[in-house]
C-alpha cells in the first residue's frame, strides 16, 4: 500500500516534467501551446453552455414537479415483477439525464435504508453500470456541431436499460 500512496503524490508533477521535458526536446513552445489550448477549452464552452442549460433547467423543473414520484406509483406492478424496489424508481429515471441528482438520490437511499441493503446496492451497481447520456451527448454533440443525434440517443438509451436491468439482476442474483 506504501508504494500506492508514493505513486500518488508524485504522478501529476511527473506528468507535467515529462510534458515540458518533450516539449522542449521537440522544440515546442510549451506556453504559447498551453494557451492555445485553454483558448479552444474556452470555445467549447461557450458552445455547450446553451445545451447544458437547457438540460440543468429541464432537470430541475422535472424534480420539482413531483412527476418522478407519479411515475413510480404508475410502474410499480412492472417493478415488482423485475424485483426492482420502488425505491430504486427515482434513480433508473434520472441517472441518464443527470449525473449530480444521481448523486443526491443514491445517497438519500444509502442514508435511508443503508448501504448493505438490497436498495442500497442495486443503486450502487446501478449509478457504476448506467451513464448520464443527455448529458453526455449534449456536451460532445455540441461541441463538433452534430445536430442528428437519433440512432446515437436510442442506443445510448439501451444501454442505460440494459444496466438498469442487469444490476437489478445481478445483485438479487448474488443476494439470494
Known amino acids: 500500500m506504501e508504494i500506492l500512496n508514493v505513486i500518488s503524490i508524485y504522478i501529476v508533477p511527473f506528468m507535467i516534467f515529462i510534458i515540458i521535458a518533450h516539449g522542449i526536446i521537440r522544440r515546442v513552445d510549451v506556453f504559447s501551446s498551453f494557451q492555445k489550448g485553454a483558448k ?18 429541464g432537470i430541475s423543473m422535472f424534480r420539482a414537479s413531483g412527476t418522478l414520484d407519479i411515475i413510480a406509483n404508475f410502474m410499480s406492478p412492472i417493478l415488482n415483477f423485475l424485483h426492482l424496489p420502488a425505491e430504486v424508481l427515482p434513480l433508473a429515471l434520472m441517472r441518464p439525464i443527470s449525473g449530480s441528482a444521481s448523486v443526491a438520490i443514491v445517497s438519500d437511499l444509502i442514508n435511508t435504508h443503508g448501504a448493505d441493503s438490497i436498495i442500497g446496492r442495486i443503486s450502487s ?40 436491468l442487469a444490476s437489478t439482476w445481478i445483485v438479487n442474483f448474488f443476494s439470494a
Open 40 to 57: 479552444n477549452g474556452l470555445e467549447t464552452v461557450v458552445q455547450i453552455l446553451p445545451a447544458l442549460l437547457a438540460i440543468f433547467v
Open 125 to 164: 451497481v446501478m449509478m457504476g453500470s448506467t451513464e448520464t447520456t443527455f448529458y453526455t451527448l449534449a456536451v460532445y454533440f455540441s461541441s463538433i456541431g452534430v445536430h442528428d443525434s437519433r440512432w446515437t440517443v436510442k442506443a445510448a438509451l439501451l444501454a442505460d436499460l440494459t444496466g438498469i
